[in-house]
């Protein structure tokens, strides 16, 4: 049983198949996060030398995309014709609504025929029809005619009406055209380049991995980054210019992390003088509490009038009255340059309206004194309403 057993184990794992592993990355992130390693320096190492074994690696850098691009197909077919009436002896007659332009509603069929083959059935094939082109070719709709004038009236129909006995004649102007455009994977919405938006109807499957969703930016071995460069004296950045960097971790293998302990000198005694004891801050605190109510202190040669004697506060006083002066008198005199130019568009206003209401009172009333009037716009309109 134990025999069987093995044997059994043996070959589920001799016909077990080879996998793979697949890691992915979010490369999403705005933020870099990048290890720099210095391949110049190396620090000492004792470890056993071994064979080293090579696995390549290859990857895909995807990203993200809400478009896809697909191919559109537009055909136009327009139909002119003209409609005669095919009497005795080969007379011809116009009818009612003889001369018509519209739009041949076709299939979608239809459509993808005419772009696979060039061909479009329509009482005659149409033959010799090319993508991105317009045709235009003479057609019979109805009837006979020939090169004697003579003719053979027959029924004919179209969405505008039906004849009897009538030729139709004409011309089929077919516009075949072909782009690439792009839909939008999420709304299933195509935009031509007429700004016309279209829904596809035709809904693909549901896809929860959303793989048509991502385009392969690249694919093949992950080559190395450059980072950092050595140049003279130190070690570079490759940014959009040159920036000089701190230098990258040199690698330290089979090695455990060691603490140097740095001595900081006279770190305790450094800077003894600025410090202020709590005894001092209340003796100064209660100096100039003593100097703010007017009673007598030992100032110690501290004063502010060592600082700033009484023409320096005098030249500082006018100087601010001057700046404050000035900027009222560049403020004026922008206002009086902005009050002069309303007052020039209010003039030429002036004077042109003048003329307008003169020239409409005079029309009505002549070289009177109701002329008077057309310098103000209210008795220019109470005259033209009284008369």
Known sequence: MLNLLSFAVLMWILYTPQVSGIIGYDCGSTHLNVTTLSLLDVENYNIPLTQPQIEK?????????????????????????????????????TVMNAQ?????????????????????????NKHGLKVNQTTMRPTTFAGFANLDGQCLG?????????????????????????????????????????????????ILPTDHCKFNHYDVLYEGHPKLLILKIFLNDGWYHMTLTPEYSLPPTIMKPMTKPTWHYTNPGSLAASGSDHIMFPAEKGGILNAMARGVKGQPIAYQGISLSHLL???????????????????????????????????????????IDTLIHGYAIHTIYGWALHLIGALWDSITNLIIHLS
């Open 154 to 202: 027959a029924q004919y129909s179209d969405p505008y009406g039906a004849w009897d006995n009538v030729i139709v004649q004409g011309t089929t102007t077919i516009t075949l055209t072909s782009y690439q455009t792009s839909i939008n994977l999420e709304t299933n919405q195509i935009r031509l380049k007429s700004g016309t938006i279209c829904v596809r109807k035709k």
């Open 309 to 351: 004697d009484e023409s320096t506060i005098q030249k500082i006083t006018e100087n601010t009255w001057k700046k404050i002066w000035g900027n009222f008198i560049s403020f004026g005199n922008a206002s009086a340059g902005i009050i002069g130019i309303y007052f020039c568009i209010r003039t030429v206003k002036l004077i």
């Open 100 to 124: 018509t332009k519209y739009i041949l509603e076709i299939t979608a069929e239809q459509c993808k025929k005419m772009h696979l083959t060039g061909i479009f059935s329509i009482d005659i």
């Open 57 to 93: 690696t290859y990857i895909q850098l995807l990203q993200l995309s809400r478009f896809e691009s697909v191919e559109v197909i537009q055909c136009k077919v327009s139909i002119n014709r003209f409609i005669y009436y095919c009497g005795m002896h080969s007379h011809l007659s």
